[in-house]
């Protein structure tokens, strides 16, 4: 009996592994419902990126007294680099932006209960994006 149960949980995992294609829930979630998705008017960060896999992503800043009042992100990427563009603006939102220097490539692999191995690079080129546009900001800021 409890092999039959074994067995019949190991079908699910499995099923599971098909439909969401590896992914964690959160990814999951966070790649087909992606949030803050679209751009900014004027922004006070800017920054855009293409990788190496040929996928760009952009990333648009509203900062106020230093913290992060608004970002949003588009890419013409996969539905990882959706959940990893997710995951960076969700962590970001009203942050002051020293504490943002920490959102890397692992701490949003980590904030998406990971990725699916080959798919690891797509938390990086978030994770630059979104460093590249705190410099932006940081430059204008000093001009
Ligand atoms: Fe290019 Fe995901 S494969 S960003």
Do not use: W
Not at 48 to 57: A, F, L, V, Y
Not at 101 to 128: F, R, T, Y
């Amino acid at each position: 009996m409890a092999d039959e149960e074994e067995i019949k949980k190991e079908m699910l995992d499995l099923l599971m592994e098909k439909i969401t294609g590896g992914l964690s829930e959160k990814a999951y979630d966070y790649g087909y419902n992606p949030r803050n998705y679209g751009s900014l008017d004027s922004p006070d960060g800017y920054a855009k990126i293409t990788g190496p896999c040929g996928d760009t992503m952009e990333m648009f800043l509203k900062i106020n007294n230093d913290k992060i009042d608004d970002i949003t992100y588009t890419t013409d990427g996969c539905v990882t680099s959706h959940a990893a563009g997710t995951a960076a603006t969700v962590m970001a939102k009203g942050k002051p932006v020293r504490e943002c220097i920490k959102i890397n490539q692992s701490a949003i692999l980590e904030h998406l209960d990971g990725l699916p191995e080959d798919s690891e690079h797509c938390a990086l080129l978030v994770a630059k994006t979104f460093h590249s546009a705190l410099r932006n900001y940081a430059v204008g800021k000093k001009r």
